[in-house]
């Protein structure tokens, strides 16, 4: 596996080269992936935070590879992933496309795509062909884009080396799980991530991802009682296994398996917290 260097284009599959972002931290990990994608012409995946020296080298690496950035699409919103764009488009000329911005107060709200593009659709990158997957659940707006080889740019939805955080009420534990699944059996060959390394066995991601999520829901359901109790203190319980100055972000997770709970009749919501449902 390439190292992971900000700056530095590194090619990771046909047509595709991995450029990582200076934002490194506790939800970014190594920072953010921007991509490029293309034969002729290059679409820049992802071109995250509005960053002088991140935008420099997307143009950089455009030059070395000689084509001209003609695209800029995002697999969603989160302003670690999309507020880049908009200088990109300024210095190119690049036309936008990806999914809508949810209201919630945690999107970048300058995203605008001039196309919107959802589930089955086929974008051209310069001679070689994307197909748009919808993938709700880390955030509602979620896409994931497949190449003709298999190679699957996956954004937050899958990223290498953390779990992602869901967060309610535009991330949904039922809908992440539904779009775990939607990827098994696809003929994935190779995921790039929005964060972290390139995953070079996606099947047993996935499967090990629906596994650790169906673990955790399952010890949500175990530490609910009769008794309610606030998600600050089930965070402690359910989260024993994870250090404690990450329960904070945690507890976003937490609430969006008690949510799945709920609709699947298991967990109710009362004012003082949550319980078990008999
Ligand atoms: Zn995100």
């Known amino acids: 596996m390439a190292s992971l260097i900000p700056g530095q284009a590194t090619p990771i599959g046909a047509h595709a080269w991995r450029v990582l972002a200076r934002n490194p931290g506790m939800m970014t990990g190594p920072g953010t992936n921007s991509y490029l994608y293309g034969k002729d012409s290059l679409t820049v995946i992802d071109p995250g935070p509005e960053d002088h020296d991140h935008l420099q080298a997307l143009l950089h690496a ?7 950035i003609t695209q800029v699409i995002v697999t969603h919103t989160h302003r670690d992933h999309s507020p880049g764009a908009l200088a990109l488009v300024a210095a190119t000329g ?8 949810p209201d919630d107060g945690l999107q970048d709200e300058s995203w605008q795509a001039d196309t919107l593009l959802t589930d ?9 062909e994307l197909e748009i997957i919808e993938t709700p659940g880390h955030v509602s707006n979620h896409l994931c884009f497949l190449t003709e080889q298999g190679l699957l740019f996956t954004g937050d939805h899958l990223i290498q080396g953390s779990t992602v955080v869901i967060a309610p009420p535009s991330g949904s534990m ?17 995921m790039a991530p929005g964060h972290g390394d390139v995953i070079e066995d996606p099947e047993t991601a996935l499967s090990h991802t629906l596994a650790h999520r169906q673990k955790r829901e399952d010890k949500v359901l175990d530490c609910l009682s009769e008794k309610s109790v606030p998600v600050s203190t089930l965070v402690k319980s359910v989260y024993d296994d994870v250090p404690a100055f990450l329960h904070g972000v945690a507890e976003f997770s937490l609430l969006a398996h008690l949510i799945k709970l709920a609709e ?11 319980r078990r449902s008999e």
Do not use: H, N
Request: aromatic content about 8%.
């Open 62 to 68: 455009a030059d070395d590879l000689g084509k001209p």
């Open 94 to 101: 690049a036309r936008c496309l990806g999914p809508f911005v």
């Open 120 to 128: 089955g659709d086929v974008i051209d990158c310069g001679g070689v």
């Open 174 to 190: 039922g809908a992440y799980f539904a779009s775990l699944r939607k990827l098994q059996g696809r003929g994935i060959t190779m």
């Open 264 to 274: 699947d009749g298991k967990a109710e919501q009362s004012e003082d917290g949550w």
